[in-house]
């Protein structure tokens, strides 16, 4: 069975702070590794990963995967008040686009 | 462009009935999946259709069943609902190829009484 494990469970930090989100994962036939951001209902995507090594970046997020140690890691820089949700790590293997996701990660982020 | 819509939004339902919730895909997508999330957890897969058809199925019992549209769209129904049943069913839609990312819905809100 498929298992994707986040941590820390929460986080409290301050404007400006960097902070580093955890996934590790376990699937069979992995296909690729999704991080989305969760606000009050639907989440959003932020990036897909399938190759090892190669940094996903969007303004101050990004995002690296490990295939070989099989886990991910999410980087918010300078964080802002609007960086505040729940971030989800979800991983694709088996065909199809069925996703396992972890259980997430609350960021609060205070001013 | 119209995202994913779902409705709807809130439901309030008691035990034994029976619910249907109703789902839009993004403009494009041929692909829906349909989430449970309780609360404070993460979501877990129910089923995903493709093509009118079942493609897909999570560790879900046939109390949840769906159905999915010419056009599309596609409907969850759960039978006899339970407490446990409370929580937030997202949809999510896709193209039916490659490794193409979902977007979800914003859910709709069950509480079972």
């Known amino acids: 069975e498929d298992k994707v494990v986040q941590s820390p469970l929460s986080l409290v930090v301050h404007e400006g702070d960097t902070v580093t989100l955890n996934c590790s994962y376990e699937?069979?036939?992995?296909?690729?590794l999704l991080w989305y951001k969760q606000e009050k209902k639907a989440p959003t995507f932020l990036f897909m990963l399938t190759s090892s090594g190669i940094e996903k970046k969007s303004g101050r997020l990004s995002s690296i995967l490990d295939k070989k140690e099989l886990f991910s890691i999410l980087n918010i820089t300078a964080t802002q008040t609007g960086d505040s949700a729940i971030y989800l790590c979800a991983v694709a293997g088996r065909a199809g686009n069925m996703l396992t996701f972890g259980g997430g990660t609350r960021l609060m982020v205070k001013p | 462009d119209a995202g994913v819509t779902q409705s709807p939004t809130h439901l309030i339902k008691t035990r034994g009935q029976q619910v249907t919730l109703r789902c839009s895909p993004k403009s494009g997508h041929d692909t829906v999946s349909w989430y449970q999330q309780a609360l404070g957890q993460g979501p877990q897969f129910i089923f995903q259709y493709y093509e009118e058809e079942e493609r897909q199925r999570g560790n879900f019992p046939d109390r949840f069943s769906g159905h999915q549209f010419p056009n599309y769209s596609s409907e969850l129904n759960v039978n006899a609902l339970l407490l446990g049943d409370s929580a937030l069913y997202l949809c999510a839609s896709s193209t039916g190829q490659g490794n193409s990312p979902l977007h979800f819905g914003n859910g709709t809100r069950l509480t079972v009484t």
């Open positions: 699937v069979t036939n992995f296909r690729s």
